[in-house]
T-cell receptor
Framework: AQSVTQLDSQVPVFEEAPVELRCNYS??????LFWYVQYPNQGLQLLLK??????LVESINGFEAEFNKSQTSFHLRKPSVHISDTAEYFC?????????????FGKGTKLSVIP | NAGVTQTPKFRVLKTGQSMTLLCAQD?????MYWYRQDPGMGLRLIHY???????AKGEVPDGYNVSRLKKQNFLLGLESAAPSQTSVYFC???????????FGSGTRLTVV
């Protein structure tokens, strides 16, 4: 069965410090990978996605994630976080060739940025 | 561009009451999903639909029913609400060939 593991349920970090949120998925031949962000009391919004091509993908607000096929990982990073980055982050994977594009989600990582 | 709209946004039910949550999308998406979100549990799939007139069970379907009579709408019903169904419910839609979801803003349901 498909699975996504987010290794940290909570990550506290000081403002302007770097952060990495980890995500690993169960191995498959071809995958599509996503990070979603959920701000307090809101729905989930797509942050960035990997479909093909360059293994490094970026968002408009400074986050980036790198697809690493050998390690089956898609870790999310930001070199300097802001208070406004406080949110819950969900990693998700879709397996191509399964006849469905249904996403499997990790359990989420709560990022708390400390002033 | 409304995207995915969920109604209502908040609801309090008494145990045993019934209700229907409505999800409407205006993007002509084929696939629609209902999730519930509980602390520490992430998102759990309740039911989903791959097209008008079709529905299928997800990970936690018990106590819920769904219908997709029109392509743009996906209804989630609770026939006899229980306190264990207290949760935040999210609807999502997905187009064919579009590999990501668009989420609604959620419905916060409390069953007392």
């Amino acid at each position: 069965a498909q699975s996504v593991t987010q290794l940290d349920s909570q990550v506290p970090v000081f403002e302007e410090a770097p952060v990495e949120l980890r995500c690993n998925y169960s191995s498959s031949v071809s995958v599509y990978l996503f990070w979603y962000v959920q701000y307090p009391n809101q729905g989930l919004q797509l942050l960035l996605k990997y479909l093909s091509g360059s293994t490094l993908v970026e968002s408009i607000n400074g986050f980036e994630a790198e697809f690493n096929k050998s390690q089956t990982s898609f870790h999310l990073r930001k070199p300097s976080v802001h208070i406004s980055d406080t949110a819950e982050y969900f990693c998700a994977v879709s397996y191509s060739g399964a006849g469905s594009y249904q996403l499997t989600f990790g359990k989420g990582t709560k990022l708390s940025v400390i002033p | 561009n409304a995207g995915v709209t969920q109604t209502p946004k908040f609801r309090v039910l008494k145990t045993g009451q019934s209700m229907t949550l409505l999800c409407a999308q205006d993007m002509n998406h084929e696939y629609m999903y209902w999730y519930r979100q509980d602390p520490g549990m992430g998102l759990r799939l309740i039911h989903y639909s791959v097209g008008e007139g079709t529905t299928a069970k997800g990970e936690v379907p018990d106590g819920y029913n769904v219908s997709r009579l029109k392509k743009q709408n996906f209804l989630l019903g609770l026939e006899s609400a229980a306190p264990s169904q207290t949760s935040v419910y999210f609807c999502a839609s997905q187009g064919q060939g579009n590999y990501g979801y668009t989420f609604g803003s959620g419905t916060r349901l409390t069953v007392v």
